[in-house]
């Protein structure tokens, strides 16, 4: 193929073997970048710090020479653009002071461009160093699952916070939503600037939601997103991952948003999805990590049996969610061999 191989596959043209990368594949299963943590003493101070990230972002690419790149960054980025103070606990994760309403965040798109441009020097760096066949991929989380992180102001349980702040105030929970649209857009628009040749949007908790929820909070924000990038950069290739999306919802999220490619979870059939889609759009997925935390015949079945019900389709071969910290380097090894017919 003259372009990059996952590039074509969310274009127009299936692939045998399907491009793979994994969700999460920089990070804390890897030797390398544990040491790296340790001496950088603070994951925000890696995200934040371009030569940092860089690296990071290249590490896995080194080790097992991935089809994509994506670039180390993490979903919080944003709502510290608008002016959320974010921090990082070991062993807790993120967290930021709850938000209660929009009134106050930051506006102005150059305030947002300057507090995010380790994210793009990060990328025109890691974009130098990649070889040509391999493709480039930057991301941001959507507003719903944005939105969920500011209103409880960390992990957990984040749609109870939002679903309460939406029903308490409704305007302002969808003024909430417009602006973190708003500022995903022009972020994911400075990526695809910077150097990535396709970028994902997480919508991590896009399940648990009612029809109507799910049109409003996750549907019609994406919406704004891809048709805000795409009036300035026509050609891009936007990957959409609504976390738990029923196929039941597929066709309407896809011809609603215009999303290029679907990331399809661990729970949701790649069957079903390919059937509610009709073959009209790329999708990607969805191996379970557990199953390359446990290895063995166990994985080795289930990757067979995703590349047979996938097999001349439109296809990026991924997890359905981010890799595990417990993950061995062998069977991640392995994985590839089975994906690209070694094995």
């Known amino acids: 193929m003259s372009k990059k191989k996952l590039i074509s596959v969310v274009e127009s043209q299936a692939a045998d073997p399907p491009p793979t990368w994994l969700m999460r594949q920089a990070g804390r299963y890897l030797p390398e970048y544990r040491a790296l943590r340790a001496s950088a003493g603070s994951f925000w101070k890696m995200c ?142 400075a990526q695809i600037d910077a150097g990535a040749d396709a970028v994902q949007i997480f919508d991590s908790w896009a399940s648990g939601l009612c029809d109507a929820e799910f049109v409003s909070w996750v549907v019609q924000p994406t919406a704004r997103v891809v048709h805000m990038v795409r009036a300035q950069k026509p050609a891009a290739r936007i990957i959409g991952f609504p976390r738990g999306m029923q196929p039941a919802r597929a066709e309407h999220f896809l011809l609603e948003t215009g999303v290029d490619a679907i990331s399809v979870d661990t729970h949701t059939s790649m069957t ?36 047979d019900e996938m097999r001349g389709r439109r296809f990026i071969f991924n997890l359905g969610h981010g890799i595990l910290p417990q993950t061995p380097i062998a069977h991640v090894e392995e994985l590839l061999k089975l994906v690209r017919g070694e094995a």
């Open 48 to 189: 934040m710090d371009a030569t940092l990230a860089a690296e990071i972002t290249l590490q896995p690419l080194r080790r097992f020479g991935f089809d994509a790149a994506i670039i180390f960054s993490d979903i919080l980025t944003v709502p510290y653009a608008l002016g959320c103070a974010v921090s990082f606990t070991e062993g807790e994760g993120p967290s930021l002071p709850p938000v209660e309403s929009a009134t106050g965040l930051e506006r102005d798109p150059a305030v947002w461009q300057t507090k995010l441009l380790p994210a793009y020097e990060t990328l025109d760096r890691v974009r130098g160093a990649l070889g040509a066949e391999t493709a480039l991929l930057g991301f941001a989380g959507a507003p719903w699952t944005l939105a969920t992180y500011m209103a409880a102001g960390r992990g957990g349980d984040e749609q109870r916070a939002a679903k309460q702040w939406a029903a308490r105030a409704p305007q302002d929970f969808q003024a909430l939503l417009d602006l973190l649209a708003d500022c995903v857009a022009q972020h994911l628009i």
């Open 272 to 307: 079903e999805m390919l059937a509610a889609t009709g073959g009209r759009t790329a999708l990607q997925g969805n191996l379970d990590p557990l199953l390359l935390v446990e290895g063995g015949e166990a994985m080795r079945q289930a990757v067979r049996r995703l590349l």
